[in-house]
């Protein structure tokens, strides 16, 4: 298996652009989740999915766009992209068993100028 | 709102001691999981529990629901334990009900 998958590792965008962060799993979880992660503070839920066809908002939802269309993938929008919106991203699925045990992509660390 | 608070933030310590990391959580809180994250960034998921003790390798997780407290205890740490250590507060299962701590970041020197 190769996990949670997410592309790209890097990426820069000028303020204004927007741009697709791509998140696969093959466990065939139902539950995914996007975070972000700032220096200084703990992470913090985007959006997430519980299963294909439902997400629904986070913490911290503003400027961003999720959708569900198969199992496998969750893909994450940054719709006009801000300086605010500089961070690392962690995509992560989970069992939906009693232990509720997480699996984190690698992560995309971005830069908006 | 739950709320998740890790100590210390940061910790050194010499190859061989015995580390403690603690993490005291709101009410509302049910279950504790302790995550770690790598010097390069990625995060895996080293214990979820929602009572008692779990133990894996040198890795000691223990919960007390009554005091919302909750320690990681390393025995015989190791420079390769060096690491940010996270705990998040379960509220019921499911994505929606995490709260992460901020962290401690450990450093282990030989």
């Known amino acids: 298996n190769a996990g949670v998958t997410q592309t790209p590792k890097f990426q820069v965008l000028k303020t204004g652009q927007s741009m697709t962060l791509q998140c696969a799993q093959d466990m065939n979880h139902e539950y995914m989740s996007w975070y972000r992660q700032d220096p200084g503070m703990g992470l913090r839920l985007i959006h997430y999915?519980?299963?294909?066809?439902?997400?629904d908002q986070g913490e911290v939802p503003n400027g961003y766009n999720v959708s569900r269309s198969t199992t496998e993938d969750f893909p994450l929008r940054l719709l006009s992209a801000a300086p605010s919106q500089t961070s690392v991203y962690f995509c992560?699925?989970?069992?939906?068993?009693?232990?509720?045990?997480?699996?984190f992509g690698p992560g995309t660390r971005l830069t908006v100028t | 709102k739950n709320e998740v608070e890790q100590s210390p933030q940061n910790l050194t310590a010499q190859e061989g001691e015995f580390i403690t990391i603690n993490c005291s959580y709101s009410v509302g809180i049910s279950a504790l999981h302790w995550l770690q994250q790598h010097p390069g960034g990625g995060i895996v998921s080293l214990f979820m529990?929602?009572?008692g003790k779990k133990k894996h390798g040198r890795l000691i997780a223990t919960i007390n629901i009554q005091e919302k407290h909750s320690s990681l205890h390393i025995t015989a740490s190791h420079p390769r334990d060096s690491a940010v250590y996270i705990c998040?507060?379960?509220?019921?299962?499911?994505?929606?009900?995490?709260?992460f701590g901020k962290g401690t970041h450990l450093i282990i020197q030989p």
């Open positions: 998040a507060g379960d509220s019921g299962g499911g994505a929606d009900g995490l709260t």
């Open positions: 992560a699925s989970m069992t939906s068993d009693l232990s509720y045990e997480q699996y």
């Open positions: 529990l929602s009572s």
């Open positions: 999915s519980v299963g294909a066809g439902i997400t």
